[in-house]
Each structure stands twice: as structure tokens, then as C-alpha cells.
């Protein structure tokens, strides 16, 4: 009871977090090194492409120019690309390890993470580990976006307290309050409620890029397919038109304000009784990186194998153990 | 000028056909990289390769970028890259970095083993070998800043995005290209449908004058192919971009499935046509005419359920591919390792 009390707190956290400007209640320092986050958009307008030997005449068209450069989207090269990646687009762990090494080291941020799997595969089991491990770092907030009441603080209470060893210095239940406030969990009942949470999210960050401490790093939708699977079918291409907007806006806050997407899809019976990912087609586009899931009856090991990645060859698999 | 008083001059050639196709094949060579190694590629032509995910798409694309981005040759050590520049449109959002530089190590790798007569003499552990390693390290550093800033790269999540994208991107390659000192060769779409669903939906406002023309798919697809014709009248390029399949082809599946065995075992002809069936409606077109008519060559890549194992890359899938325009009727096999794409034979 105590746990669930925390996590609707969190919620309020969630909301203060959204429409106030009130700083963090639980201020966490981060551990990772963290240069000065540098938007790429704001990088390509400090550089002015004006040059000298502009005539009298001309110096109208370059302003105009700049200001065209200003609203559109920046051209960028290979090697401000590399800085990027190298500087704001960090690793972070799952928190299982057969997952960690399979994707060598986790999730990475600016990317959209899709675990797929058939019903109690350990695909929410991998989404409250993966919450857990960001929160317990320090590395960041987490935002957990509910779809089907899976969001569980009880367990999460459970796996901090089966961790035992790694508690030498605080106490059970400071560790306990420091992870908690650190995860934001909110519900989420509709796809129009999802994008107007990941809208307001949207605009929240692009107005406090500066401060890093705690900034979301982690944005978690468990489960997604439960949100767009009731408006697909039929003629009409509206369903698809929001799949799509939902998956593209998605990847546009990962990549823009350097946070990592894990979303969770179930699967469906194709041709011939195989199973395969819930979405169709369309969907299979959005992902940056999509991982089965699979889990015998009564064990408890896990089998991951990756669908889609952008850099590791599909195919690889790995296995984790998760506790009940 | 020819002497006025020859007029015999004025019909000698300037040059003869053979000397000018050596010219010609030499400025604006061929692309023969596999897998669209089958039929010649040069600037002009634009090439789409269609396919369902996954079937190496975006892959292949890298692989022409890095041919591209490579230079002939550096400090004495060919290559065999074209060392110009390339646009890369991200319309899908999904392009990785660490994944272009993972492929052009590899080549760079690949290319200083073979020539270099590495360890020669030299024992393994000494200190002349560690002075050789840290020199190649930073060889092979300085050589891949080289090729990566001639790597262009902008990100769209819209339509309204892309083109003024496309409007902005002469004057931004020309500055570009001006500073580096080479051309552009390449420009590469991937993908270019992936605003069809959003596009699609925009339906014309009940309100204000009907003089306004409506935001179709349509209307911005003829926008986009305009600006792109535009561009290319200006700058000679091979334009690559992938389509990704978007129709799923099992709803069609089951209904042929179902005709066939009430047709049974009468003939396996139509068991054939049918898998051609299934193959149509996997491709199935949904770009405007605009952009069908502007494509000039069109491949089908698709993932097979073979997989290739050996040493060095582990169990990789297989993909195939095949020239649908113009109509080729091979099929080539390849597979996609750390270092890129390889045939298989």
C-alpha cells in the first residue's frame, strides 16, 4: 500500500514536472560525464554563414538566408554527427545482463527500442528492470508511460530489496525513497491521451535544455500496441495516420532531447499459426532497434533475440533469467 | 578555330568517338557496387530500392555512401572510393551514425592490411611495433574525419520539412563543396514514402478559398520530384533512395491460399502465379505517378530464410535481389557483415 502511495506521488511529480517550472523535489547528481548538452539544432545557428567579403547589396539576402536556416531543420556532417553521438547519446543499462550484452550495453539514447513478445514473455519484467537500473544509477529520471495498469512499484520493491548486496552505505529504505522518486509512472488510456502527454513532454524539454541533473533519460510505454491496435482495421487510413504520427514523434523526442525509447508490442498469429509482431507492416519502419522475446512454460529464463538493429547483424539471441 | 580557308576543317571532329567515350567514362564513371553492380549506374539516374522490412535497404544505401565518401587514393595508398560528397536525406529517422563509421573502419581496415607490409621484419611486442601501431591508429583517424565531413546529413519528420529541405540544400552544398573542394555525386533518400499514411490523410479544408491548392500526397510528392528535377538540372547526381513496403502480404496470402485448394492439385501453375501474386502485392506502388515516372531504375531487395555461416561474420540472413527496371532475371544473393555488404556466389 505504502509503495502504490509513492507512486501516485509520483505522478504528481510527473504533472509538476510537465506544467510547473518548480525545481526537482529529489535532486540526483549524475554520474556519467555530461558536457554541456548541446541541442544540434542550436549548434548550426551559432554558426553565422556570413561571410566577409559580403557586398553592401547582399548582406539583405544573407539575413534572409540565416533566417530561412533558422526555421528549418540543420544540415549536419559526418564528423558533427560522430560529436554527437560520442557527447549526448549515451548507453544505458537494461539491468539484464543477457539484454545488455546482446545490444552491447544497453539501450541507447536517441533511439526507439520495441520489445516484442507473446503474453507473459518478461516483456514488462524488462521494462520495470531497465526503469530500475536508470533510477538506481542515478543516471536520470525515468517516465513510464501506462497503458494496461502494468506499472507494479510493488515489484520494483521486491527486485531493490532481492538486490541485497550492493547495500553497504544507505540504508534499505533510503535506497528504496531515491529509486522510487526517481521513476515517474503515468497512466495512459488512449492514443489522443498518449499524444497529447508526449506533446506536453515535447515542449517541457525543448524549455529547459540547460539543466541536466535530473533531465528524463528513459521514456517507457508499456504497452504501446495496446494504445493503436483498437484504431487500426477497417478502410479508413485514419488509424495508420496516428500510428505513424505517434512513432515519428516518438523518435523525434529521442532523438532531439536525447532520451531513450523502450515501447512494448505484443504478438499476433500470422499465416500458418507462427506468431509475429502485433502493427503490420507500416509499424515495422518506426523502430530503431525491435527484440523477441520468448519464455518456456514454468521457467524462468528468458530467451531475447534481435529482430532489428541498426549496427548488430538480427539473428543474435542471448538468454536472462527473471525472478517471479 | 578552324582555318577559314579549309572548309574541310570545319567537319573534322574535335575528337573521335573513342577518345571522347574514355573522357566521359572517366568523369562520370559507372557505379558498380554490389548488389546493384548488374547494370551500369552513372549521374542522372535515379534508382529506387524497394522492399519489406527488413531487407538490407538502408544497408545498401550506407554501402554507396562510403563507396563515395572513400578517396582514391591517400598518401599513396589506393582506395578506390570516389572521394566526392553525399547527401543523405533521413526521412525514416533511423539512420545511425556509429553504424557508417563501423563500415567505413572496415573498408579503411581492410584496405591498410592488404597493403601494408604490416609486421614485416619487425617483431610482434617490440617497440617499433607499438610506434606502428599508434601511427596507423592515427593514420586511420585522420582518414575517416577526412571522408565523414564529406558525408551531408539532414533530418525531416515531415513532408513541409523535406522540401524545404530540398529548396535550401543547393545554396548549403554549394558552400559545403566550395570549402571541401569536391562535387556531389550522391544523393540518398532514405525512405521516400515514409510520410505516405500522414500525407495521405490531409484532406482539403472546408474553409477559406478554393484557389488554394490541397496538401495531397499527391501534390507534394509532384512538389518534392519538381525541386529534385530542379536540383539535378543544376548538379549531375545518382539519386538512391529506398521505398519501404508497407503493404502486408498475408491478408492476400490466405485468399490465395484458400483458391488453391479448392483448385487442388488440377495444376501447380497456378500455385506459381500465385506466389508472383503475393510478390505483386508486396510491391504493390503506392507512390504518385510523379515519382513513378521519375524513377529511372528500380531493384527489389527481399530477405530470404536461408542464412549464410562462416568464421568470421557467424550465422548472417541472406537477402535477395532483383533489376525489376529494367527486367533482369537474376537473382543475386548477398549478405551483410560488420564491413558491409558482401555477395554470395
Not at chain 1, 77 to 96: F, S
Not at chain 2, 12 to 40: C, I, N, Q, W, Y
Not at chain 2, 64 to 90: S, T
Not at chain 2, 285 to 312: G, N
Request: glycine share 8%.
Amino acid at each position: 500500500m505504502e509503495e502504490r502511495g509513492r507512486a501516485e506521488a509520483s505522478r504528481e511529480e510527473l504533472e509538476r514536472l510537465i506544467d510547473g517550472g518548480t525545481p526537482y523535489k529529489f535532486a540526483v547528481a549524475s554520474q556519467v560525464p555530461m558536457p554541456p548538452t548541446r541541442n544540434p539544432r542550436s549548434a548550426i545557428h551559432a554558426k553565422s554563414p556570413i561571410t566577409e567579403e559580403v557586398g553592401e547589396e547582399d548582406v539583405g539576402m544573407e539575413e534572409v538566408s540565416v533566417a530561412i536556416d533558422r526555421q528549418q531543420p540543420p544540415w549536419l556532417n559526418g564528423v558533427e554527427l560522430l560529436e554527437d553521438a560520442k557527447w549526448n547519446k549515451h548507453v544505458l543499462p537494461t539491468g539484464c545482463e543477457g539484454i545488455d550484452i546482446l545490444l552491447g550495453g544497453g539501450l541507447r539514447e536517441g533511439q526507439l527500442t520495441e520489445i516484442v513478445g507473446p503474453s507473459s514473455s518478461g516483456k514488462t519484467q524488462v521494462c520495470l528492470c531497465s526503469a530500475l537500473g536508470v533510477a538506481d544509477l542515478n543516471l536520470g529520471v525515468v517516465l513510464f508511460l501506462d497503458t494496461c495498469n502494468s506499472f507494479s512499484s510493488h515489484r520494483i520493491a521486491h527486485m531493490v530489496n532481492s538486490q541485497s548486496d550492493t547495500l553497504v552505505k544507505e540504508g534499505k529504505e533510503g535506497r528504496l525513497k531515491r529509486i522510487m522518486s526517481s521513476i515517474l509512472c503515468h497512466s495512459v488510456f488512449d492514443i489522443f491521451e498518449l499524444m497529447d502527454v508526449l506533446h506536453q513532454l515535447e515542449c517541457k524539454l525543448k524549455h529547459q535544455v540547460k539543466s541536466s541533473g535530473n533531465r528524463i533519460r528513459l521514456l517507457i510505454v508499456d504497452s504501446i500496441s495496446s494504445l493503436i491496435t483498437p484504431i487500426l482495421g477497417g478502410k479508413n487510413s485514419q488509424g495508420r495516420l496516428m500510428m505513424i504520427t505517434t512513432g515519428i514523434l516518438l523518435k523525434k523526442i529521442a532523438n532531439e532531447y536525447n532520451l531513450s525509447v523502450l515501447v512494448t508490442n505484443h504478438m499476433v498469429g500470422g499465416e500458418g499459426g507462427s506468431l509475429k509482431p502485433a502493427l503490420g507492416e507500416s509499424w515495422k519502419n518506426i523502430p530503431h532497434v525491435r527484440l523477441v522475446l520468448s519464455r518456456d512454460q514454468g521457467s524462468n529464463i528468458c530467451n531475447v533475440s534481435i529482430l532489428k538493429h541498426t549496427i548488430i547483424a538480427s539473428g543474435r539471441a542471448a538468454k536472462f533469467v527473471i525472478d517471479n | 578555330m578552324p582555318d577559314a580557308d579549309d572548309p574541310r576543317a570545319w567537319i573534322h571532329g574535335d575528337e573521335s568517338a573513342k577518345a571522347m567515350l574514355a573522357r566521359v567514362l572517366t568523369e562520370r564513371s559507372f557505379l558498380l557496387l554490389p548488389p546493384l553492380h548488374r547494370l551500369p549506374l552513372r549521374v542522372g539516374n535515379v534508382v529506387e530500392i524497394a522492399g519489406p522490412s527488413p531487407s538490407a535497404k538502408s544497408q545498401v544505401l550506407l554501402q554507396a555512401a562510403v563507396h563515395c565518401i572513400l578517396p582514391r587514393e591517400w598518401r599513396g595508398i589506393r582506395f578506390g572510393g570516389l572521394e566526392r560528397m553525399v547527401i543523405y536525406f533521413d526521412l525514416d529517422c533511423r539512420f545511425d551514425v556509429l553504424r557508417l563509421s563501423q563500415i567505413l573502419k572496415h573498408r579503411i581496415k581492410e584496405v591498410l592490411g592488404s597493403t601494408n607490409n604490416f609486421g614485416h621484419g619487425v617483431e610482434e611486442g617490440s617497440q617499433e611495433y607499438d610506434d606502428k601501431v599508434a601511427s596507423m591508429y592515427s593514420f586511420d583517424d585522420e582518414l575517416l574525419l577526412a571522408c565523414m565531413r564529406r558525408f551531408l546529413y539532414i533530418r525531416c519528420y515531415d513532408s513541409y520539412e523535406f522540401i524545404a529541405a530540398l529548396k535550401t540544400m543547393h545554396s548549403r552544398a554549394q558552400t559545403e563543396s566550395e570549402a571541401l573542394g569536391v562535387g556531389i555525386q550522391f544523393l540518398l533518400i532514405d525512405s521516400i514514402g515514409a510520410f505516405y499514411w500522414i500525407d495521405r490523410a490531409s484532406q482539403p479544408s472546408p474553409y477559406g478559398n478554393c484557389m488554394r491548392k490541397i496538401m495531397s500526397f499527391q501534390n507534394l510528392m509532384e512538389t518534392i520530384v519538381q525541386e529534385m528535377r530542379k536540383f539535378l538540372e543544376v548538379q549531375p547526381l545518382l539519386v538512391l533512395a529506398s521505398k519501404a513496403c508497407i503493404f502486408f502480404a498475408g491478408s492476400s496470402t490466405t485468399n490465395v491460399q484458400r483458391t488453391v485448394t479448392t483448385w487442388t492439385s488440377e495444376d501447380r501453375k497456378q500455385w506459381r502465379t500465385s506466389n508472383k501474386e503475393i510478390e505483386k502485392f508486396l510491391y504493390r506502388e503506392y507512390m504518385p505517378s510523379a515519382w513513378q515516372a521519375f524513377v529511372t531504375h528500380r531493384i527489389h531487395l527481399q530477405v530470404s530464410d536461408k542464412c549464410t555461416c562462416d568464421k568470421k561474420n557467424g550465422t548472417l540472413p541472406i537477402y535477395m535481389s532483383e533489376w525489376v527496371q529494367p527486367p533482369l532475371n537474376v537473382k543475386d544473393q548477398f549478405a551483410v557483415g560488420d564491413g558491409g555488404i558482401f555477395m554470395i556466389t
